[in-house]
Structure formats: structure tokens, C-alpha cells
């Protein structure tokens, strides 16, 4: 695994981008794996900035997105088909048919599972998945207690992901309880994942995530197992980590062999 971390937010953002934009380059019809919530906007906007100024195209790459609240209408402006529209997909060069969201108005909800992990695979399986992580440790909307072999299903939201998402919603109340998510299993087979946090309140999963034992109870903990993992972290996401130095250490030793230490 590998652990980059810088002072800023903003700094994290464009490594991030510049690893992502470095990754479509070197292959034909890339498949994008995308979070939403506040983690990768900034990555996002970098992309999207890349893509105005003709460095980075999204023609030939086809994404899917990790999660949907079960229940929202792709239309619905907290529905995360409409943040993906909003936040990228309306400002890049990408071809929109081939963005995947989960449908979270589905009716026939184990088809639909099975059906969104038969397209990740028919499209060759995700290239590079980006994450976000959760306070309590999820990653998609893999709850505290999802199994680490589990696929794309429907989870019902912990209390603390639910006080969590209110931010972005009149009240509380008004948070779905149910979500659609690809499983811990489905984020593994990813063949590179990175994943993004920042501020305070992310330091102690991130440390739990990164150092602690791998455990259900933490699914993010699960990466531990991913050959091919990078965290970007702020310091202040960092600012719980034992290992700092070591981390630190390795990304020089990178810059001086001039290859990736997983
Ligand atoms: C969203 C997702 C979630 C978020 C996580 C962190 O698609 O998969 O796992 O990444 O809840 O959210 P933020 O970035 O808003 O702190």
C-alpha cells in the first residue's frame, strides 16, 4: 500500500488527478470506478479541468459509479447519478451512455445487482477505482459488519452515515435509509484503487484503516489485502498515523528509483 500525504487538500487533489489522467493514458477503453460525496470533488474539478484544456480525454473511457441511495430518482439533486452529472460527466468530453450509476429506483433488486457486477465485467473489469472513506470506515456504503467477500446489494445506512449525509439534505429525515452498493469484494477486484480523505474527522479511521487489524467492523481495512492501493491524505487526515516517516520515507525512495513502491 502506498500512503502519500500532503499539507493541503488542493495538493492531494492533483496528485490524485495527475495519477488518474496518467493511468488513461497508457490504456484503451479505461473503466473508471467513481465516489462521490465531498472527498473527490476536488480531483474532479482537476479532471474536469484537464479535459478543457485538451489534456486528458474521456472518449474511450467508461466509469462506474460505486453507490446510489435506494429510492432516488437519477433526477432527484441529491440522487449521486445527478452529483456525478453535476460534478464531472456535464464537463467532460465523456460519452454520457457510458457513465453507469446504480439505479436506485430499480424494482427487481437482486436482477439489478447481478446485472451492474455482469457489466463491470463484460467492460473488462474497473481499471482504477477511486474511493472515499466513511467516519465509520465504509467505503461505497459498505457498513460496519459487511462481509469482505460481499458484492453489489442492498445495505441499509448506519446511524452515523445517515447523521453524517444530513449535511446535504433539509434534515435528517430526509436521508434514504436504504442504499445500493458494490460490495467490499467488487471495490478488491478493482486492479488499482486510491483513495482520498481529508480534514480532522477522517484521522482516526484512517489510521484504524491503514495500521489497524483488517476487520469487517471497518471495511476500508480490507484494502490492507489490494495489491495495487495508494492514499492520498491531507496532514490533517494523516495526523493519526504511526508510520508517517516510513510513509514518507518510501515516497522519496520512489522518486529515486523512479517507480511506484506498493
Ligand atoms: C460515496 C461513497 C462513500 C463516501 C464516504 C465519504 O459514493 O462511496 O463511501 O466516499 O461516505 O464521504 P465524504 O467524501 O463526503 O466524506
Given at each position: 500500500m502506498r500512503v502519500i500525504i500532503r499539507k493541503t487538500y488542493e495538493e492531494i487533489s492533483l496528485?490524485?488527478?495527475?495519477l488518474v489522467k496518467s493511468r488513461i493514458e497508457k490504456k484503451d477503453n479505461f473503466v473508471l470506478?467513481?465516489?462521490?460525496?465531498?472527498?473527490?470533488?476536488?480531483?474532479?474539478?482537476?479532471?474536469?479541468?484537464?479535459?478543457?484544456?485538451?489534456?486528458?480525454s474521456f472518449k474511450n473511457v467508461k466509469t462506474f459509479n460505486l453507490d446510489e441511495y435506494y429510492g432516488l430518482r437519477g433526477d432527484h439533486p441529491q440522487s449521486y447519478r445527478y452529483f456525478m452529472d453535476v460534478n464531472l460527466f456535464n464537463h467532460i468530453d465523456i460519452d454520457k451512455?457510458?457513465?453507469m450509476v446504480p439505479d436506485g429506483t430499480t424494482k427487481n433488486l437482486e436482477d439489478f445487482c447481478?446485472?451492474?457486477?455482469?457489466?463491470?465485467?463484460?467492460?473488462?473489469?474497473?481499471?482504477?477505482?477511486?474511493?472515499?472513506?466513511?467516519s465509520d470506515g465504509h467505503i461505497g456504503f459498505n457498513?460496519?459488519?459487511?462481509?469482505?467477500?460481499?458484492?453489489?446489494?442492498?445495505?441499509?445506512?448506519?446511524?452515523?452515515?445517515?447523521e453524517d449525509n444530513?449535511?446535504?439534505?433539509?434534515?435528517?429525515?430526509?436521508?434514504?435509509?436504504?442504499?445500493?452498493?458494490?460490495?467490499?469484494?467488487?471495490?478488491?477486484?478493482?486492479?488499482?484503487?486510491i483513495l482520498i480523505a481529508s480534514g480532522k474527522k477522517k484521522a482516526q479511521i484512517i489510521a484504524k484503516a491503514i495500521e489497524g487489524p483488517i476487520t469487517g467492523l471497518i471495511s476500508a481495512s480490507a484494502l490492507q489485502i489490494h495489491k495495487r492501493?495508494?492514499?492520498?491524505l491531507d496532514e490533517d487526515a494523516a495526523s493519526e498515523l504511526n508510520r508517517i516517516d516510513y510513509y514518507r520515507f518510501v515516497e522519496e525512495a520512489e522518486g529515486t528509483i523512479g517507480k511506484e513502491i506498493f
Open positions: 496528485l490524485a488527478a495527475e470506478g467513481l465516489a462521490t460525496g465531498s472527498s473527490p470533488l476536488g480531483l474532479y474539478s482537476a479532471l474536469i479541468n484537464m479535459n478543457q484544456k485538451n489534456l486528458l451512455s457510458r457513465t447481478l446485472w451492474y457486477e455482469q457489466q463491470i465485467k463484460n467492460s473488462g473489469g474497473i481499471d482504477l477505482q477511486v474511493l472515499g472513506i466513511g457498513e460496519p459488519g459487511s462481509p469482505l467477500s460481499s458484492r453489489t446489494r442492498l445495505i441499509a445506512l448506519d446511524a452515523q452515515t445517515i444530513s449535511r446535504f439534505f433539509k434534515d435528517k429525515n430526509q436521508v434514504p435509509r436504504f442504499a445500493i452498493t458494490m460490495g467490499v469484494g467488487t471495490i478488491l477486484e478493482a486492479k488499482e484503487i492501493c495508494t492514499y492520498f
